[in-house]
């Protein structure tokens, strides 16, 4: 069974940086894709960022160029750097794992409780 943590969230005045983690335990990190979804109330959880376990990167259309997530195999975290944010960007946010990358959430087979990030214009 895998554990996720999330941590980093809160509120920031737009265009600020913000970096959320996921702290991963109980089975091999390195077999596994982390990715960092999103949800506000009323819409779709919505795919923002993956890694996979040879530190190949995706982005959501949304935030590539202004997001960058990477992983420290040592220490069993996945990050995200959140730059240049908008107010687009307030939501829940939730890392999740799986083997195979993937963009949809309900592939992933394990999920963290989520973290708050409110972006105030």
């Known amino acids: 069974q895998v554990q996720l943590q999330e941590s980093g969230g809160g509120l920031e005045q737009a265009g600020g940086s913000l970096r959320l983690s996921c702290a991963f335990s109980?089975?091999?990190?390195?077999?596994?894709?982390v990715a960092w979804f999103r949800q506000t109330p009323g819409k779709e959880r919505q795919f923002v960022a993956a890694?996979?376990?040879?530190?190949?990167?995706y982005y959501g259309e949304a935030v590539k160029g202004r997001f960058n997530i990477s992983r420290d195999d040592d220490l069993k975290t996945v990050d995200m750097q959140m730059n240049g944010r908008k107010a687009g960007d307030t939501a829940v946010y939730y890392c999740?794992?799986?083997?195979?990358?993937?963009?949809?959430?309900?592939?992933?087979?394990?999920w963290g409780r989520g973290t708050q990030v409110t972006v105030s214009s």
């Open positions: 999740a794992a799986r083997y195979v990358f993937s963009t949809h959430g309900s592939s992933y087979d394990f």
């Open positions: 890694i996979d376990w040879a530190t190949k990167a």
């Open positions: 109980g089975r091999t990190f390195g077999h596994y894709v």
